[in-house]
């Protein structure tokens, strides 16, 4: 398993953790190259979809990031994204999908280093872990499925 | 169930309701919902252990709104239904009289809202006893065991979306599933695609389930969706202290927010 790379897919707010992605990056603060970000106008409109689409295509993990509470750009995106990341992390729970492989948190575009410390935490964390097998077995098994009812 | 019989025949006589939906029994004895427009053929409404439909699910149909003013016979679930049908803006309190039934299958007196909304909230509103038990003990399996049982129950979908169809709360003249720009859930079949689809419909009812059960009753292979939603509506007690189907004024807890809701996980 030594060579294995995680791939994580980072969802984050244009107002904020994109921003502060940025400065992570002016600031020269080395971080995991593994992650690859997907930028949104606010954490409101994170689908829960997207990230059980990026597993469906690959993913190992995934981070998704906003404004600190208070701090969203359209006031209340993220109070309601925090709702709906509670239920969704339950459900995923009952259903057995893995959220050890999920961050959440919350970066301001003043936090140049804490975004820099989220992915590596992150990375480490689906190293040890190893690759997301059992989701990527359902997903090659339901196009096996798909050919043979064909 | 004369006292039913009686004051259905009484609302339609004197042109309170054109229609009043209940149950009556089919040929084969089985319970049926039943549309009764004719006073005369009220005699053929019943109520006994039979009738576990959630009957709300006809109350956003067009075909049953167009006869006019609504009665309907409600048990709790259904009485929670069109609490949150009318908080959701989907009916009219005005257009509807409620022929509430007891736990204990009487007819209750409900007059209006206020006296239904008493009645809801003197009631137990968690999960219903059979269904806890399944709950506690499937929450004791491992992550895994539990990866594999919803594999193993949602390979067997075959998305006819009777689950949806019967949901009082899943009124969508568009639904998710039919929206295909994009495509978020494949039209076909599969295993991974069911998970997905039962992963969307149950956080879409997250705060908005009133535990009938309905969806899983109606499923024609018999997986037991219900129980992902009744879990929400667990978690949704737990964090947010609310259940849903309680007032005509609540808004569902993935609409609304508090800016202290806790939770233990974000960095
Ligand atoms: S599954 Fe969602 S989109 Fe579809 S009818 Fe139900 S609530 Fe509406
Ligand atoms: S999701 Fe199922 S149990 Fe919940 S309200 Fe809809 S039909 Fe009833
Ligand atoms: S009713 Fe059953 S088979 Fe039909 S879509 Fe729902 S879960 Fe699948
Ligand atoms: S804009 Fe950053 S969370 Fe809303």
């Given at each position: 398993m030594s060579d294995f790379e995680p791939k994580v897919v980072a969802f984050v707010c244009n107002w904020c953790t994109y921003a502060g992605a940025d400065l992570t990056g002016t600031s020269r603060i080395k971080y995991a190259s593994n992650v690859k970000i997907i930028r949104f106008?606010?954490?409101?409109?994170?689908?829960?979809m997207l990230l059980l689409k990026a597993f469906a295509n690959g993913a190992d993990g995934i981070i998704v990031s906003g404004c600190h509470p208070n701090d969203c750009h359209y006031t209340s995106g993220n109070f309601h994204a925090k709702r709906r990341w509670i239920m969704f992390k339950e459900l995923m729970d009952f259903m057995g999908v893995d959220m050890n492989r999920v961050t959440f948190s919350w970066v301001s575009a003043a936090e140049g280093a804490k975004w820099a410390d989220v992915v590596n935490t992150t990375v480490t964390k689906i190293r040890e872990l190893g690759p997301y097998v059992s989701y990527k077995e359902l997903v090659n098994k339901s196009v096996e499925e798909e050919v043979k009812n064909d | 169930m004369t006292s039913l019989i009686i004051r259905a025949k009484e609302l339609l006589e004197n042109k309170t309701v054109q229609v009043v939906i209940g149950y009556e029994a089919g040929p084969t004895g089985v319970a049926r919902p039943a549309f009764i427009t004719d006073p005369a053929k009220a005699e053929s409404l019943i109520y006994d252990?039979?009738?576990?439909?959630?009957?709300?699910?006809?109350?956003?149909k067009r075909e049953v709104k167009n006869i006019g003013k609504m009665a309907i016979v409600a048990t709790l679930p259904v009485m929670r239904s069109i609490m949150m049908l009318i908080s959701e803006q989907q009916l009219f309190a005005d257009n509807i009289v409620v022929l509430g039934i007891s736990a204990d299958g009487k007819l209750l007196d409900i007059a209006d809202n206020k006296v239904m909304q008493g009645y809801i909230e003197k009631s137990d509103l968690s999960n219903p006893e059979k269904y806890k038990g399944l709950l506690t003990e499937f929450n004791k399996l491992s992550p895994e065991e539990k990866f594999l049982y919803w594999q193993k129950e949602l390979s067997k979908c075959i998305k006819c979306y009777a689950c949806r169809q019967a949901?009082?709360?899943?009124?969508?003249?568009?639904?998710t599933v039919e929206v295909n720009q994009p495509q978020w859930i494949p039209v076909k079949a599969n295993t991974h695609g069911n998970m997905e689809w039962h992963i969307l419909r149950a956080m879409h009812l997250a705060g908005r389930c009133i535990s009938c059960g309905e969806c899983g009753r109606a499923c024609p292979v018999g997986i037991p969706c219900h129980l992902l939603t009744m879990h929400l509506t667990d978690q949704v007690y737990n964090y947010f202290k609310v259940y849903a189907?309680?007032?005509?004024?609540m808004s569902s807890v993935l609409s609304t927010y508090e800016p202290n809701d806790k939770e233990s996980f974000i960095i």
């Open positions: 106008p606010c954490t409101g409109r994170i689908d829960f | 252990e039979r009738c576990v439909q959630n009957l709300a699910v006809y109350l956003t949901c009082p709360m899943c009124y969508c003249t568009r639904c189907g309680t007032s005509e004024k």
